[in-house]
């Protein structure tokens, strides 16, 4: 890197003294590992990962029901043992915090003000789902899926199918019913947990015909637990296997417990975007997933007891699972489901300023559309007990870095992260004993080997490459559902270096060991033999205020040329001009070089995205290279379908 950037924030002492980063550090110390900074601690996390994990174990205090016989016994990832011979519970591992203090949720909604959950109700609810479950006669290594937004009750069935060692898996009721099929059908659930509809933006939907969809088509399912949440008065009469909420828990009685399973027992289901493909059944394990939810929520996203951890996400993405994980370290769930722009933009903040919100998660897209409409909300609302603030999905850009603290809080702690629904963690993040440094992620995560590679396998610093990770984490997947021999596994991650997971993302380790997410490597812009990261595009465009939002593809054209066309949506009250074209051209080249200024600017009325919100370049162009809509994306995956037409006429 040529120009350091400007730093933005630095922890104060106390803030360093404070952090459980700290604390773990003076904990090894006492154990005679003495690292003088934090790099120095990262190296020896991923140079002696057994001993590494052996001490997040201890310093963490799993309990386990039977001693581990090894730590770890690998030859190739991925292929992979941990801690063998452990039987533990992750759910118990949650109820450990139960406390009079604080309470165990906070929830809002489009249709309910702020409310909150004690310790002692979700216990209950959670014993008396439980108690059902068993009755219904799901055990250890069934299914139980729900189609519910982010709700309390959507925390209670989590909790309760992990007591008893079953595996969850959730999709958000926005998605339609092939989608909700294509990933509960892979895995045979025996029981459905559903809403008979939801509000977003103000509006209703019902989708009863989705729920009897999916409980005609899955054979499997025995029972459906139906909670009335668009219509208190929806009944299960002409519903065979319909039973409601309130009936399932009514008279249990039976307290609370928890299962004992092996330490890579599967616990959760995960799918991939699906968007080309039959979506991936990523499957984690209870003990993988405590481990890296303990180190990431304490170390690096320095989460304490009593304080209220919020990420904006649907049951559909993996942050809501990111969510549950910060009662493990005592944290205040803050649940909602809505809207981020209903009424306005400020709903979230105003949510932030009334919870009131210490760790505030959200995406480079909200944080942008704040920006572009001149929000100011340290103006607006008292943000005083505000942390932190976590950004994922899309790298933010350094105009994102530049607003947060100079429009929503000066002194909060800004933690852009990257990770993913494949091992339902950051592998890159926060660290509240480093800088932040405009653009930038702070540091890799511990026990991450993370590194960016060239095409020949070989580490580079200042230069983008392909990310990837050279050591198993505990949190990668076991298995994929329905993946005999790990074929498919494999293919999605090993197929590039073998015995090397391979991301899928241009990445930059700079000399500092910050790093910069270039956006996704399947999705690059390879123009006259260079290679050009889609961010690089939109941190450019960002910086025009009557651009919301784009999109960009390369075509590579025979005799070795190109077609390079960026697609913007412009913000209400303008139209693209020639003269905004010119800035946008003159930007790119100012900020990059001419190899990043498109053949063509287009304005477009909406830009593809999946339901979990990534923007979706490749199918774009597959589209406009002659592939049929159908071929080229799964609209069921997608957040707006229609939105693909416009390209066809291109």
């Not at 949720?105 to 014993?127: C, G, H, I, N, Y």
């Not at 969809?213 to 009944?235: F, G, H, M, R």
């Not at 249990?252 to 799918?271: A, D, G």
């Not at 800035?583 to 070089?593: E, P």
Request: hydrophobic letters at 40%.
């Amino acid at each position: 890197m040529t120009q350091v950037p400007p730093i933005l924030w630095k922890p104060s002492k106390r803030v360093r003294q404070h952090s459980h980063m700290n604390k773990f550090m003076n904990y090894l110390r006492r154990h005679h590992l003495d690292f003088k900074n934090y790099e120095d601690l990262w190296q020896w996390s991923i140079d002696e990962p057994e001993f590494f994990w052996d001490f997040i174990w201890k310093y963490f205090k799993i309990k386990s029901f039977t001693p581990y016989n090894r730590i770890l016994e690998y030859k190739e990832l991925p292929d992979v043992d941990w801690f063998d011979g452990a039987t533990l519970n992750y759910a118990e591992h949650i109820f450990r915090n139960k406390t009079t203090e604080h309470p165990a949720l906070v929830f809002q909604s489009e249709r309910q003000p702020l409310t909150e959950m004690s310790w002692d109700e979700l216990e209950q609810k959670v014993a008396a789902l439980r108690q059902f479950l068993i009755e219904s006669g799901v055990e250890k290594g069934d299914r139980v899926v729900a189609f519910l937004p982010n709700i309390p009750e959507a925390t209670v069935g989590l909790l309760a199918t992990m007591s008893i060692g079953a595996i969850w898996s959730s999709c958000s009721p926005d998605f339609g019913a092939g989608s909700v099929l294509e990933r509960f059908g892979q895995i045979e659930p025996k029981i459905l947990l559903a809403v008979d509809g939801y509000q977003y933006g103000g509006k209703g939907y019902d989708k009863m015909d989705v729920v009897q969809a999916i409980t005609q088509q899955i054979p499997s399912l025995e029972k459906v637990i139906l909670i009335p949440y668009l219509n208190d008065n929806q009944s299960v009469t002409n519903f065979p296997k319909g039973v409601l909420w309130r009936d399932a828990l009514a008279d249990k009685n039976e307290p609370l417990s928890f299962l004992p399973v092996p330490f890579e027992h599967p616990m959760w289901v995960l799918y991939s975007s699906g968007t080309t493909g039959a979506p991936k059944a990523i499957t984690h394990s209870h003990g993988g997933s405590l481990l890296e939810h303990y180190k990431y929520l304490a170390l690096h996203n320095d989460v304490h007891p009593g304080e209220r951890f919020f990420w904006f996400a649907t049951t559909g993405w993996m942050m809501w699972n990111f969510v549950q994980a910060s009662m493990l370290v005592g944290g205040v769930a803050v649940l909602f489901d809505g809207s981020p722009g209903y009424p306005d933009l400020n709903v979230l903040w105003r949510l932030a300023e009334a919870a009131p919100i210490h760790h505030f998660g959200t995406s480079a897209p909200f944080i942008m559309a704040c920006a572009n409409q001149g929000l100011a909300p340290k103006k607006a609302f008292n943000l005083k007990p505000l942390r932190s603030i976590g950004s994922t999905g899309s790298p933010l850009p350094p105009e994102g870095f530049d607003y947060v603290y100079k429009n929503i809080k000066r002194t909060v702690w800004l933690t852009s992260m990257s990770g993913g629904t494949d091992v339902c963690t950051a592998f890159v993040g926060g660290n509240p004993l480093l800088p932040v440094y405009q653009g930038e992620i702070q540091c890799r995560a511990l026990g991450c080997a993370l590194y960016a590679y060239d095409e020949n396998g070989q580490p580079l610093t200042n230069e983008v490459g392909e990310m990837v990770i050279t050591q198993p984490m505990p949190s990668m997947p076991v298995f994929f559902w329905n993946d005999p021999g790990k074929e498919r596994y494999r293919a999605s991650y090993y197929e590039m270096y073998p015995g090397i997971w391979r991301h899928g993302d241009w990445t930059i380790i700079t000399d500092r060991n910050t790093v910069i997410i270039l956006g996704r490597s399947d999705a690059t812009l390879n123009r006259q033999g260079v290679r050009i990261g889609t961010a690089e595009i939109y941190r450019s465009v960002d910086k025009i205020k009557e651009i919301k939002d784009a999109l960009v593809v390369n075509i590579e054209l025979e005799g070795g040329s190109d077609y390079m066309p960026l697609y913007v949506i412009m913000n209400d009250g303008y139209t693209l001009t020639e003269n905004i074209k010119q800035a946008i051209k003159k930007q790119l080249r100012a900020d990059y070089s001419p190899r990043h200024v498109p053949n063509e600017i287009i304005e477009v009325p909406d830009l593809p995205y999946t339901i979990s919100g990534k923007k979706m370049e490749l199918p774009v162009k597959k589209i406009l290279k002659g592939v049929p809509i159908e071929k080229a994306a799964k609209k069921d995956a997608m957040r707006n379908p229609e939105s693909l037409q416009y390209f066809t006429k291109k």
